[in-house]
C-alpha cells in the first residue's frame, strides 16, 4: 500500500471546538507523520466558535512552509440549505489554496435523498468549492450517481473521510456508501482524496480506514491524489483554468 503524502482536511484551535492545537502544532505533526504537504481547513463561522472571515483572509498571509512541510489553507464551509449557500462570501473564498463543502449537524437539518443531493449538487457548482466533505454520512442520504457525476463535471473530489469510517465515528456505518461513490468514481475514472478530519495533532496523516476502503474497491493508484502533492496541486490548478 502506498504511503500517504498529504492531508488538506484538517483543524485547529480556529475551528472552535476538539482542538487546542495551532497551525504550528499541526506543522510539527505533520513531520511526524511523514506528510510532504498539509492543509488546513478550519470551519466556517456557522459552526459554533468556527473562525470568522477575517481569519480566512489573513491566510494568505501565513507561511507557506513549516518545518520543511508545504502547507495549503483552505476553509471547510458549512452548506446552509438547499441552494447550496455557504457560510463563507466567495470574496473571502477565492484568496483560499481549496475549499471543502460540507453538511453538519444542527446547521443544516437533514432531507430526503433529492434534498440532500440537490443542496450538495448546487454547492459543487459554486467556482471556489473543489471537495465536498463526508459525504458518506448516514444521516443524509444522497443519489450517488447523481452526486458523482456532478463532481466530474465541475471537477470536484468528494472525500473519503477516514473519521467516519472509525469505528467509533458519529456518521453511522459509512462503508456502504463510500463504496459506492469509490466504485462510480472508478468507473468515472475521477480522481480520488482520502481525508483524516483531524481535530488536533492526534491523527493528522492517518487514513488507514480509508486506505482499506479505497483497497476493496481495487481504486487504481494513479487516481488517489494523497499518493502524490503534485497530482494533488496540478487538479487545484486545472480549476482554475477550466
Known amino acids: 500500500m502506498d504511503f500517504v503524502k498529504l492531508d488538506v482536511h484538517t483543524h485547529t484551535i480556529a475551528s472552535g471546538h476538539a482542538s487546542t492545537a495551532t497551525i504550528t502544532d499541526m506543522a510539527k505533526a505533520a513531520v511526524s507523520s ?44 458549512n452548506i446552509l440549505d438547499g441552494h447550496g449557500k455557504l457560510d463563507l462570501d466567495n470574496s473571502v473564498l477565492k484568496d483560499l489554496d481549496y475549499v471543502i463543502a460540507s453538511v453538519h449537524t444542527p446547521i443544516k437539518k437533514p432531507g430526503t435523498i433529492e434534498e440532500n443531493t440537490t443542496a450538495y449538487i448546487n454547492a459543487m457548482k459554486n467556482p471556489y468549492v473543489c471537495i465536498i466533505g463526508h459525504c458518506d454520512d ?41 463504496l459506492m461513490i469509490l466504485n462510480l468514481c472508478k468507473h468515472f475514472h475521477h480522481p480520488i482524496l482520502m481525508s483524516s478530519d483531524s481535530h488536533g495533532v492526534k491523527h493528522i496523516g492517518d487514513c488507514s480506514y480509508a486506505q482499506e476502503m479505497v483497497k476493496l474497491a481495487e481504486i487504481p493508484a494513479e487516481l488517489i491524489l494523497n499518493y502524490s502533492p503534485g497530482k494533488f496541486k496540478s487538479f487545484l490548478e486545472g480549476r482554475k483554468h477550466s
Open 34 to 77: 511523514n506528510l510532504k504537504l498539509l492543509g488546513i481547513s478550519d470551519h466556517g463561522p456557522a459552526t459554533f466558535g468556527g473562525g470568522r472571515p477575517s481569519y480566512f483572509r489573513n491566510l494568505s498571509y501565513a507561511q507557506r512552509k513549516r518545518f520543511g512541510i508545504e502547507m495549503l489553507y483552505g476553509a471547510e464551509v
Open 138 to 178: 448516514e444521516r443524509y442520504p444522497v443519489d450517488p450517481l447523481a452526486l458523482v457525476r456532478t463532481a466530474v463535471e465541475h471537477q470536484v473530489l468528494l472525500e473519503i473521510n477516514n473519521s467516519s469510517l472509525s469505528p467509533d465515528g458519529y456518521r453511522g456505518d459509512t462503508r456502504f456508501n463510500t
